[in-house]
């Protein structure tokens, strides 16, 4: 069983930078992967970034070259990096924790407005 916590979100203005960040708990249990997760009302929940057991990283197309996904292992941490923020960037993000034995643990997310 995997707990999981986003932090970090708020009202920030268009061009602007914040830092998310995801504490899992669970001791024993195997990573797949890291990731983070947007959603907005009436649309489908959409891939923002993603990093593996290996290091590997991926990204949805709307945010490569503006967001970073980083972890920190030994502290059950992830985290993501939001620059240059945009208005259409506000949404719920919500942080996904994947085990080896491909189970899924998601948090109840954190708020992200873009706005002037």
């Known amino acids: 069983q995997v707990q999981v916590v986003e932090s970090g979100g708020g009202l920030v203005q268009p061009g602007g930078s914040l830092r998310l960040s995801c504490a899992a708990s669970g001791s024993g249990i195997g990573i797949y992967s890291r990731g983070w997760y947007r959603q907005v009302p009436d649309k489908a929940r959409e891939l923002v970034a993603l990093?593996?057991?290996?290091?590997?990283?991926e990204y949805g197309d709307s945010v490569k070259g503006r967001f970073t996904i980083s972890r920190d292992i030994d502290k059950n941490m992830a985290y993501l990096d939001m620059n240059s923020l945009k208005p259409e960037d506000t949404a719920v993000y919500l942080c996904?924790?994947?085990?080896?034995?491909?189970?899924?643990?998601w948090g109840q997310g954190t708020q992200v407005t873009v706005s002037s």
């Open positions: 996904n924790i994947r085990t080896d034995r491909n189970r899924n643990y």
């Open positions: 990093i593996k057991s290996g290091g590997k990283t």
